[in-house]
């Protein structure tokens, strides 16, 4: 993954408009206002072109002017800066004394110095910036592999994008895709990976490196933007796993044709849970804390321990943890069906209540969450 760039503070593409594409690449970083850094070095340049003139123009009796000595004006003092300074030197201003000439050394000499630096070193670090920030994004376009795509960084993308990280998965292993650059700059503070674009362009996705991701959550606000963007990141990676977020339940079927995985009508989930909470408020109440990741309650999938194969279902935990399904070979049994395991196998996975968990990067499992099941880890 790019956790090297990550640590760095790296962005691809300063907040600066650079050029015109359809995208850009965003890491979290933190630096002055363009502007400002323009403005302090343009300051810079004209306060050592200002001293260069006045002190010429103090010792204006040791300038020759093309054979007229001492009487040059200030805009000729003005004039020998210029050309001083920016290393031009036509050779008709020149000192005569030799305190004028030390003057040249000792003062004129260092403000020249200091003028090109600003001058010369902000186009060069400006040509820097940019190269080495295309090399970077190629350098993480080419190791990202493997992550978690967020279409769409609303409150449901940003709830996603926060259930991930709390339960251990790495923020530089998830890409946001969003169109504004207000939420970009929303997931470089929680220091996830930014790509600004419209999600429902390939050339869009492509930079989000779509194509290897291992799952895809799409968190757009309108139906019909998630169904496009379904249809375009399924015909660009027919292999993840793809969330989905719904308004009306009625689209449904059309975002499981256009190659969801997964969908989760949210309007009629909240309108579900809510009047539960009225008519049952204590299951209301559950159903919130298991929603909540790390306090509570949780629901997690996770593969079976050593000491748990040959055991029963029921014997699992001894009774710490609650057995709602087992899940062998892409099977989901149910504990109220009567195809229930009754034997754990080495490679079934067991769905669970239990207490929450604090997880690390390296002991991670699916957490089932309000938008889908999460893989928080391998």
């Not at 015109?20 to 206002?33: Q, T």
């Amino acid at each position: 993954m790019a956790r090297r760039w990550l640590r760095e503070g790296v962005t691809f593409r300063q907040n600066e408009d650079e050029d015109d594409e359809a995208s850009r690449i965003v890491l979290p970083s933190r630096g002055l206002n363009p502007a400002w850094q323009i403005g302090f070095r343009i300051l810079i340049a004209v306060g050592a072109l200002l001293i260069t003139a006045i002190i010429v123009y103090l010792e204006r009796d040791c300038y020759d002017d093309n054979g007229v000595l001492g009487e040059i004006t200030f805009i000729d003092a003005l004039y020998y800066a210029t050309v001083s300074l920016s290393t031009t030197g036509y050779g008709d201003i020149a000192p005569v004394c030799e305190s004028a000439r030390l003057v040249n050394v000792l003062v004129i000499t260092p403000l020249r110095f200091v003028f090109l630096i600003v001058l010369i070193g902000t186009t060069v670090e400006v040509l820097t910036k940019r190269t080495r920030a295309e090399l970077r994004r190629r350098a993480w376009r080419r190791k990202v592999n493997d992550h978690t795509v967020i279409i769409g960084f609303g409150v449901k993308g940003r709830s996603a994008a926060s259930m991930l990280l709390e339960n251990g998965v790495p923020a530089d292993e998830i890409v946001v895709v969003a169109r504004d650059r207000e939420p970009i700059d929303d997931a470089k503070r929680m220091g996830i990976v930014g790509v600004q674009g419209d999600g429902r362009r390939s050339d869009v996705l492509h930079e989000a490196a779509t194509e290897r991701a291992k799952q895809i959550i799409i968190a757009t606000d309108e139906d019909d933007t998630t169904v496009l963007v379904t249809l375009t990141v399924r015909r660009l990676n027919p292999s993840a796993n793809i969330v989905c977020a719904v308004r009306e339940a009625n689209n449904t079927q059309i975002l499981r044709q256009s190659g969801a995985d997964s969908i989760i009508p949210t309007a009629e989930s909240a309108g579900n849970l809510m009047a539960l909470t009225l008519i049952s408020p204590e299951a209301g109440a559950l159903m919130e804390d298991l929603l909540e990741s790390r306090r509570g309650l949780e629901v997690v999938q996770r593969p079976i321990t050593k000491e748990e194969l040959g055991l029963a279902p029921s014997e699992i935990k001894g009774g710490k943890e609650i057995v709602l399904a087992v899940v062998r070979d892409g099977d989901v049994r149910k504990f109220n069906e009567d195809n229930l395991v009754r034997v754990l196998d080495k490679n079934d996975q067991l769905v669970v209540i239990r207490e929450a968990q604090v997880r690390d990067g390296d002991n991670r499992e699916q957490v089932l969450g309000p938008a889908g099941t999460y893989t928080s880890g391998d």
